[in-house]
């Protein structure tokens, strides 16, 4: 049986231990968009959360249910802090695999079993389809497309064109489209449509695309479109 009294009583004897360690705590924290964690610990630009259980009862699943904080990125550690009494080997083997750390929690302090598993950033490479060729008067489709192939999401994804002549966006067409997050392993694709100028002069143009996202090096490229005479 625990010795703490409620879930709340064991929640401010960890918080207690942690500023002890020189952490900066904050409690019932809610992290980007809207996950709630129960505590918030900072020190040297890192930040863990650790989620306090007192039951033995969903202590596995507290440890699923924690595991998707690991690709946050405003999170660099995830911890359940748990009475000892209730962290079985294979309690801890599951959180190990899944990259959850553990604290065990006695009367005397906190004692760190598992370490939590620290992602790598998120990480974007791109790619662009698009036709070589385009004539006079055409409306054509380009395609831009982001991989995540870090260990976190990335965030607030613009994708763009300049619409420089002679190509033009067309009546209730995009410049810019937006995603608002890519979780790690997932690509996403879009496109958008793009008018030639009926005044264009045959010859090869550049388009000018642009690919951003929060923490993101820009990526900008430029591809040359020959424009030809409308088949008219």
């Given at each position: ?36 964690v129960d505590i918030l610990a900072k ?50 083997g599951f959180a190990e695999r899944v990259?959850?750390?553990v604290i065990s929690v006695t009367e ?125």
């Amino acid at each position: 049986m625990s010795t703490f009294p409620s879930e709340a009583a064991l929640t401010d004897f960890v918080a207690a231990k942690l500023v002890q360690d020189s952490y900066g705590v904050s409690r019932e924290v809610t992290i980007y968009p809207r996950r709630r964690v129960d505590i918030l610990a900072k020190k040297a630009d890192k930040n863990i959360v650790v989620q306090v259980k007192l039951h033995e009862r969903g202590l596995s699943d507290d440890i699923s249910k924690s595991e998707p904080l690991t690709i946050l990125p405003e999170v660099d550690l995830v911890y359940i802090a748990a009475p000892k009494v209730h962290l079985s080997d294979q309690l801890l083997g599951f959180a190990e695999r899944v990259g959850v750390g553990v604290i065990s929690v006695t009367e005397q302090g906190l004692e760190w079993l598992i370490e939590g598993e620290k992602r790598s950033p998120a990480y974007l490479t791109t790619g662009a389809s698009h036709k070589t060729t385009v004539c006079v008067g055409e409306i054509f489709e380009i395609k831009l497309s982001a991989n995540n192939s870090g260990g976190k999401i990335a965030r607030d994804i613009l994708f763009s064109y300049l619409p420089a002549y002679p190509f033009r966006q067309p009546t209730g067409e995009r410049t810019r489209r937006s995603v608002k997050q890519l979780e790690p392993g997932k690509s996403v694709e879009v496109s958008f449509k793009i008018r030639v100028q009926s005044d264009a002069l045959p010859k090869k143009y550049p388009l000018y695309t642009r690919i951003i996202a929060e923490q993101q090096k820009p990526r900008e490229d430029v591809f040359w479109i020959e424009v030809k005479p409308s088949a008219l």
